[in-house]
């Protein structure tokens, strides 16, 4: 997916595309269990919502593991206990195939853990002892297997009482338990690729999910497709990498409630199903809603009738104008990420209507200059390729104070020696 996606920071229901491994050192270091490192560290980049804070981890990444470190406590470096905090045994990386019972030795016995995180993506794991994860029982447990070679959810996680994320994505899924996605339910985060599949496997409806990530699917619809939201809260849904044509049966749903669409890098896709569902319950109830890497050409009739929509994603998907009416309406909207299309002009009065717009992206298209409409916008975040820097060219920003244009890049300004910036091409005008 669009690494720019990750500009959706509010919600941050990441793909595990992006795993967290980019963590910043905050103290600590301490070689432990002979070959990892136990440090305390913040976690910028989150899974689905759930490490917010800092984290204690045992950092056993890269290591060239062929199996898991014995965990004995006693090998903990002193004044490591976690005493409330959330800790993670981080193992992603490695050539590890099996998991033996009781993997985590007496870690999951300190008190007061609130929340346990086994890093486990990357390796070469088909299978879990069924007690591998004897002692978390009763903990609530963040677990990422993926990227490994599971071809059904392992029958170990029937241990686990309280899983709050599920991430299996990039396996040869081709079974499917309904009882196990009962027992992993109600699930905040789960992803799954379905690559294997080519129709819906029922078995999923039993999932109940707060944000959920469809990786891959060989089928064209999701006919039979029900699943629950936690509650009677909103369902975040990411669909990506499919061969779908057909997504009427997730957005024509009326027993749904979607606060969040990202479909991305499904080039089959037809559009039809969007505009005929636009005024039902899905599509009226979205937020944040992304469509990328499919051939739309204009902006589509239906967006401008998402009245609620916040956050907005066109990208990739071979747009070359932005028309009056595109986004009318759209008055809830704060962010709009149109990059990486072939936009050459946009109507002078397409943001009329969208006062809340704080984001907008625009770089990797076909335009020369800051249009006089995104000038006057209450920007605090914007993008764009090199424009043209003539004083002629920047009249329009030198009228008013558009502080959120001055790092955008020249691309001619022959009296400056340096690859100049907006904000040194003005102070050459005035
Ligand atoms: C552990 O993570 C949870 C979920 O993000 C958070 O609410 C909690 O404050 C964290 N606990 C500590 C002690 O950092
Ligand atoms: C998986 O781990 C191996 C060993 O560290 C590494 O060489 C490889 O690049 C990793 N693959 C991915 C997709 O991260
Ligand atoms: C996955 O399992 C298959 C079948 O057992 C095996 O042939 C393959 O080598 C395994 N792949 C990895 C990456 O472990
Ligand atoms: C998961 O789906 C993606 C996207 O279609 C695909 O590239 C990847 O190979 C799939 N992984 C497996 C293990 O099937
Ligand atoms: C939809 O979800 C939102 C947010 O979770 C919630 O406030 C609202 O009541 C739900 N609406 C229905 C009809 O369930
Ligand atoms: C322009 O706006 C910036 C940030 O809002 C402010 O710091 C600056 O003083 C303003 N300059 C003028 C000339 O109004």
Redesign the pocket.
Request: aromatic share 0%.
């Given at each position: 997916m669009s690494d720019k996606s990750r500009v959706f920071v509010w919600t941050m229901l990441l793909s595990s595309l992006c795993h967290p491994i980019q963590a910043f050192l905050l103290s600590g270091g301490d070689v432990c269990f002979g070959i990892c490192n136990c440090v305390e560290e913040d976690m910028p980049f989150q899974y689905f919502h759930i490490y917010k804070a800092d984290v204690k981890m045992v950092r056993c990444e890269?290591r060239n593991l062929r199996s898991i470190p014995n965990f004995a406590i006693q090998n903990l470096p002193s004044g490591f206990y976690p005493g409330g905090k959330n800790f993670t045994v981080d193992l992603h990386?490695?050539y590890i195939q099996t998991v033996p019972d009781k993997a985590f030795g007496d870690l999951p016995k300190l008190s007061n853990v609130d929340l346990f995180g086994i890093i486990l993506y990357?390796n070469s794991i088909s299978s879990l002892s069924d007690s591998a994860f004897l002692g978390l029982e009763n903990t609530r447990v963040v677990v990422d297997l993926a990227?490994n070679n599971f071809t059904t959810i392992p029958q170990a996680l029937r241990i686990l009482r309280k899983i709050e994320l599920l991430e299996i994505e990039d396996n040869p899924i081709m079974t499917l338990d309904p009882s196990m996605i009962q027992h992993i339910s109600p699930v905040l985060g789960f992803s799954i690729n379905l690559t294997l599949y080519n129709s819906w496997p029922v078995e999923l409806n039993n999932l109940h999910v707060k944000g959920v990530l469809f990786y891959g699917f060989s089928g064209s619809s999701f006919q039979n497709f029900n699943v629950h939201g936690i509650g009677h809260r909103a369902i975040e849904f990411e669909i990506g990498g499919t061969d779908i044509v057909d997504l009427s049966d997730v957005i024509c749903n009326n027993q749904i409630n979607v606060s969040k669409l990202w479909v991305w890098d499904n080039y089959k896709l037809d559009i039809m199903p969007f505009e005929r569902c636009s005024q039902g319950t899905v599509m009226q109830s979205l937020l944040d809603f992304q469509l990328t890497g499919i051939y739309l050409a204009r902006i589509p009739n239906f967006v401008h009738t998402l009245t609620k929509l916040e956050w907005l994603e066109l990208a990739f998907d071979n747009i070359y104008e932005i028309n009056a009416n595109d986004f009318r309406g759209l008055t809830e909207l704060k962010g709009l990420y149109l990059d990486n299309n072939r936009i050459k002009t946009i109507h002078p009065n397409a943001f009329d209507t969208n006062t809340k717009l704080r984001e907008l992206i625009l770089n990797d298209n076909m335009l020369t200059h800051i249009p006089d409409m995104v000038v006057n916008l209450n920007l605090e975040f914007f993008k764009m390729d090199a424009i043209d820097c003539t004083c002629s060219s920047l009249q329009n920003l030198k009228q008013v104070n558009a502080t959120f244009a001055n790092d955008v890049a020249c691309f001619n300004v022959p009296s400056l020696p340096f690859t100049p910036f907006v904000k040194d091409a003005l102070a050459q005008c005035s």
């Open positions: 890269e990386n490695n990357n990227l």
